[in-house]
Nanobody, 115 residues
Framework: QEYLVESGGGLVQPGGSLRLSCAAY????????MAWHRQAPGKERELVAR?????????ADFVKGRFIISRDSAKDVMYAYLEMNNLKPEDTAVYYC???????WGQGTQVTVSS
């Protein structure tokens, strides 16, 4: 069974940093691309960043220069990370990890940016 588990969310002040982690279990391959999305209250879910098996990355314009996506793998697990810097109140959302080609999603982790 494929499933993803996110962690690392929390409350941070504007200008602060957080690092989100995602562990993906049960996938037949460790070469799938992985992505982070977010959904703010009353808004649609949107792509934040994605990374393929070769480490090539793609970012939404609203996070370029502030967020960094990376990945790793172990024996039977894929990992994706999202380093978030210079956080702004508008970054407040539930952040979801995703394996796009499998349509698999984690349960999400809340990020709140507030003073």
């Amino acid at each position: 069974q494929e499933y993803l588990v996110e962690s690392g969310g929390g409350l941070v002040q504007p200008g602060g940093s957080l690092r989100l982690s995602c562990a993906a279990y049960g996938f037949a391959s460790r070469t799938y691309a992985m992505a982070w999305h977010r959904q703010a209250p009353g808004k649609e879910r949107e792509l934040v960043a994605r990374i393929n098996n070769f480490g090539a990355t793609d970012y939404a314009d609203f996070v370029k220069g502030r967020f960094i996506i990376s990945r790793d793998s172990a024996k039977d697990v894929m990992y994706a990370y999202l380093e978030m810097n210079n956080l702004k109140p508008e970054d407040t959302a539930v952040y979801y990890c995703n394996v796009p080609t499998r349509g698999s999603w984690g349960q999400g982790t809340q990020v709140t940016v507030s003073s």
